[in-house]
Nanobody
Framework: QVQLVESGGGLVQAGGSLRLSCAAS????????LGWFRQAPGKEREFVGTVTWYSGFTYYAESVKGRFTISRDNTKNTVYLQMNNLKLEDTAVYYC?????????????????WGQGTQVTVSS
C-alpha cells in the first residue's frame, strides 16, 4: 500500500555532493527498515546502506562508508541519503526499499517494496 518515491538525483562532478530523498506516501511508513541500493550499467543491484525506522541505526557497505550518510525523518515519512566525495564509480540508478525484517539486511531479496529509482551521474 505504501508507495516509495526517490528524488534528488542528477549530474555532479567527482568530489561533489548530492542528497537523495525517499518519501513514503499513501500510508504511514510501517516497515522496520529502509535500505538504499544502486545499480550501474551491466552490473547487478548493489547494497548501499540501511536505516532502522524506530532507532535510526545505520549500516553501510564498505564502498561508501565514511562518504555516505543515511538519516530519516519519521514525522515526514522520509529517508535521506547524503552522498559526499562522489566518485565516478558511484554512477548508478539509486533505489530505496523497505523491509519487515527485524535484523539489518543487505540482501535485496529481503526488501519487498521498492521505489522507481533516481539517476545519479558523476562526471570527470
Amino acid at each position: 500500500q505504501v508507495q516509495l518515491v526517490e528524488s534528488g538525483g542528477g549530474l555532479v562532478q567527482a568530489g561533489g555532493s548530492l542528497r537523495l530523498s525517499c518519501a513514503a506516501s499513501g500510508r504511514t511508513f510501517s516497515g522496520y527498515a529502509l535500505g538504499w541500493f544502486r545499480q550501474a550499467p551491466g552490473k547487478e543491484r548493489e547494497f548501499v546502506g540501511t536505516v532502522t525506522w524506530y532507532s535510526g541505526f545505520t549500516y553501510y557497505a564498505e564502498s561508501v562508508k565514511g562518504r555516505f550518510t543515511i538519516s530519516r525523518d519519521n514525522t515526514k515519512n522520509t529517508v535521506y541519503l547524503q552522498m559526499n566525495n562522489l566518485k565516478l564509480e558511484d554512477t548508478a540508478v539509486y533505489y530505496c526499499a523497505t523491509t519487515p525484517r527485524v535484523g539489518v539486511s543487505k540482501s535485496d531479496r529481503d526488501y519487498p517494496n521498492w521505489g522507481q529509482g533516481t539517476q545519479v551521474t558523476v562526471s570527470s
